[in-house]
Every structure is written in C-alpha cells, then in structure tokens.
C-alpha cells in the first residue's frame, strides 16, 4: 500500500503510475507478477503474488520478502509511506465469474491476512521498516534473511494473536545472489 497518495491531486496518476512501475521492474526481478492494482478505502493498493506458473513454489517465500524490502525502498525514494504484508501459504488461484464475465483471482486466507498484516503496518505509530511478514514467511526465507520477530499482533478474524516478523534485510552469512531457477 503506497501511502502517501492524494487522489484529488492533479500528480496522482503519474505517482500511481510510476509506484506501479515500480512493482512491475520488482516483480520481474523476483519471479513474480502484479495481480491488483486499485484504490480503495485504505488508499492505493498493490497486490503482487510469487509462485504462479511457471515459477514453481521454489524460494517463493524468500522471493515473496526480498521484493517487498526492495519495493518498500523503491516507494519510500518516491515519497510514498509503504505499508506491505506479507504471507505464504495456498491459495486458490484461476478463473473466477461465468463465460461472460470472467477474472483471475488469488483467493483464500493468507490474501487476507496479508490485508490484516499491511494494515497493521499503516499503524502511524509504527517507525522503522513498515512491512510485517507471519511465521510461514519467516520459516520459508529466515536462512538467508535476517527477521525480527515481533509481538504477536491480535487481527481481525483471528482467534489468536498472529505471530508476525519484520524483515531487515539480507543476512551477512547470506549475501549470495538469488539464483535463477532452472528446470
């Protein structure tokens, strides 16, 4: 979520557009695509998802966590407040609607605990870095990422506190490229 955004003013759609090319060039980067764009009642909203056809679920939660630290700075040097949460875990991804109206949709519990997580991080009293990650994040990329973990977060629609990390960044032990996937 690039906050920050005024839709009433006249530079709107060219900082829209721009934050998108932003997510577009990181989500290439990392292997995956942009599946949302919009503007709803918590502002501008990106929605990018790792591990779709044909890149395999190989490092997608290290993927998943090295694009949104790189789309947070990207935003952050454009002025933008970047609210980011992440998750990993499935999800129903395909057609959704009739023959006649039809659209792809990403759907099932870690989209919306992304949406609590980004929503979490928009907190104005957060400081610092401002996107949170759950536990599955942490387990998939923490080898080669340093997380600090955080107080587990009470969300709407969650019996129990979710446990949720903050990513700082690649680990000094672990400063090897990302290698392409090959197969």
Same mark, same amino acid.
């Given at each position: 979520?690039?906050?920050?955004?005024?839709?009433?003013?006249?530079?709107?759609?060219?900082?829209?557009?721009?934050?998108?090319? +932003?997510? !577009?060039?990181?989500?290439?980067?990392?292997?995956? *695509?942009? *599946?949302?764009?919009g503007?709803? +009642?918590?502002? $501008?909203?990106?929605?990018?998802a790792?591990?779709?056809? =044909?890149?395999?679920p190989?490092?997608?939660?290290?993927r998943?966590?090295r $694009?949104?630290?790189?789309?947070?700075?990207?935003?952050?040097?454009? @002025? *933008?407040?970047?609210?980011?949460?992440?998750?990993?875990?499935?999800?129903?991804?395909?057609?959704?609607?009739? =023959?006649?109206?039809?659209?792809?949709?990403?759907?099932?519990? =870690?989209?919306? !605990?992304?949406?609590? !997580?980004?929503?979490?991080?928009a +907190?104005?009293?957060?400081?610092?870095p401002?996107? !949170?990650?759950?536990?599955?994040?942490?387990?998939?990329?923490?080898?080669r990422?340093?997380l600090?973990?955080? $107080?587990?977060?009470?969300?709407?629609?969650?019996?129990?506190?979710?446990?949720?990390?903050? =990513?700082? @960044?690649?680990?000094?032990?672990?400063?090897?490229?990302?290698?392409?996937?090959?197969?």
């Open positions: 979520q690039p906050g920050g955004l005024d839709q009433t003013q006249a530079d709107a759609p060219a900082r829209l557009q721009a934050a998108v090319d +932003d997510a !577009l060039r990181v989500a290439v980067r990392f292997q995956g *695509h942009v *599946h949302e764009v503007i709803d +009642d918590k502002g $501008a909203v990106l929605i990018l790792f591990g779709l056809p =044909p890149h395999g190989e490092n997608t939660a290290e998943g966590v $694009a949104a630290l790189e789309l947070e700075a990207a935003l952050t040097a454009r @002025g *933008h407040r970047a609210s980011i949460g992440v998750t990993t875990g499935l999800c129903y991804c395909g057609v959704i609607g009739s =023959p006649l109206r039809r659209s792809f949709a990403i759907v099932g519990a =870690p989209m919306n !605990l992304a949406a609590r !997580l980004m929503e979490s991080a +907190d104005p009293a957060a400081v610092g401002r996107g !949170l990650g759950d536990a599955s994040s942490a387990r998939g990329s923490g080898a990422l340093a600090d973990a955080l $107080a587990p977060l009470r969300l709407k629609g969650k019996a129990r506190p979710v446990p949720v990390v903050r =990513p700082a @960044g690649l680990r000094a032990d672990a400063a090897r490229r990302l290698a392409p996937l090959v197969g």
